[in-house]
């Protein structure tokens, strides 16, 4: 589109109707687009409203058939024209921090009713409306592979002065000078006829024959559906299990197994030391069955090493241990009785002993001297000598004669625990 046209266009450029004006009112910020006719040519006008309810306008488009344009302006009245051409801006260029240009459409219909109704614009579901007709109106093939399944087009961040703005462009390949369907695509019939009813997965399609030019489509397709754009991922399963990547689609389809769910099981299976290059460990029989086995086993074996540490660190815990009056204070014997202990006052005390039997923190027990088993309160403290709180049933409060037994313990951790550590 030539300069004089742009300037052209700017002058006839539609007023904004009162029933659109009014569905912008509001007080919460918010972004709008508003697409108008004028002729055969589509307008948008694009409106910041402040959370005061104040509207300005920020940006405006025009779509004709001989091209498309972007128009901004410094101070909402004198438009120019704009050499680059994106999605709109709403923000001042002063701001300098991240703005959400997210906006809402007003007036969706005019498309329909203007020169950019055979767009197919009704088939895009990305957010960058305004890229996609200046695509369209770059590239008038577009419309039929959107209306054939195939959205060819590639979101793309593009870095600025204010930081990264989303751009939208043509996947690489694509030939958008033949008219023919299979030479747009660059697939041969064959290939064709597999991706019917997967149109949406011919982007990774490609990006897996780049890869495996010597797969048939039927595998392309399954590795495609299986782990998307996940190559990097895939090569290293596939060095790990000795598997073809077909292989291992199949397998994965066939279990209905997701592909990070694959990839904690192999992580478990090294946890574990189990041969991965055997297909009863890559490929089981059951493979939720064998995932869920090797958690319990993982878990058992975790339980029993913070077992041992808790037992290890009893002895040095001895100095934390008190009584006063009625009440004692003794540290937990077992992983068990910490989570026993949170199960009988109804608080979260059990997700702490794993904590606990690694010194990160200690976990004490106040009991009655007559009832040293039966819970009662639970105290933290931490690795410096600090009460970090008392609970009792349901996370209740102490009462005033625990409160006076916890302040003997504070002076009993100030004269005993701090003691021993400067020591």
């Known amino acids: 589109m030539k300069k004089a046209r742009k300037e052209e266009l700017l002058r006839q450029f539609p007023a904004l109707p009162d029933r659109f004006s009014e569905e912008m009112h509001g007080k919460k910020a918010e972004n709008f687009a508003v697409m108008l006719t004028c002729g055969h040519e589509l307008f948008v006008r694009c409106y910041h409203r402040y959370s005061t309810g104040k509207i300005e306008e920020r940006q405006r488009y025009v779509f004709a058939e001989d091209g498309s344009v972007r128009y901004g302006s410094d101070d909402g009245k004198h438009w120019n024209i704009r050499k680059e051409f994106r999605e709109p801006v709403f923000c001042k260029s002063g701001y300098g921090y991240q703005f959400d240009n997210t906006y809402h459409i007003i007036n969706r219909q005019a498309v329909f009713e203007s020169c950019m109704k055979y767009s197919a614009l009704e088939y895009y579901h990305g957010a960058l409306i305004m890229e996609y007709l200046h695509l369209y109106c770059k590239h008038r093939n577009l419309e039929y592979l959107m209306k054939s399944g195939y959205d060819c087009t590639l979101t793309e961040t593009v870095s600025g002065f204010w930081g990264g703005h989303e751009s939208l462009s043509i996947l690489s390949g694509i030939n958008l000078k033949s008219n023919n369907l299979l030479k747009m695509l660059n697939l041969n019939r064959t290939e064709f006829k597999v991706l019917q009813g997967h149109e949406n997965l011919y982007p990774v399609y490609l990006r897996w024959k780049e890869i495996f030019p010597k797969c048939f489509p039927e595998e392309l397709l399954a590795m495609a559906d299986t782990f998307g754009y996940s190559q990097n991922d895939v090569q290293n399963f596939c060095e790990i299990t000795g598997l073809k990547p077909y292989r291992l ?67 040095e815990r001895r100095k934390l241990e008190f009584q006063s009056g009625n009440l004692l204070i003794r540290q937990p014997e077992s992983m068990s009785e910490i989570i026993a202990e949170g199960a009988n006052l109804h608080h979260c005390v059990g997700g702490y002993a794993e904590r606990h039997a690694e010194g990160k923190l200690h976990i004490l027990f106040i009991r009655r001297k007559e009832a040293p088993d039966k819970s009662f309160y639970t105290m933290e403290v931490s690795t410096d000598g600090k009460i970090m709180q008392v609970r009792g049933l349901r996370n209740r409060d102490p009462t005033a004669e625990v409160r006076a037994f916890v302040e003997a313990y504070k002076i009993y951790l100030q004269n005993s625990f701090f003691r021993q550590k400067a020591a």
């Open 249 to 315: 689609a199949m397998y994965l389809s066939g279990q209905n197994v997701r592909f990070y769910d694959y990839r904690d099981y192999l992580e478990q299976c090294r946890q574990l030391h189990y041969n991965p290059q055997d297909t009863a460990v890559s490929m089981p029989h059951d493979f939720e069955e064998m995932h869920t086995r090797l958690t319990e086993i993982i878990r058992y074996e975790a339980d029993k090493v913070h077992e041992q540490h808790l037992q290890e660190r009893i002895p």
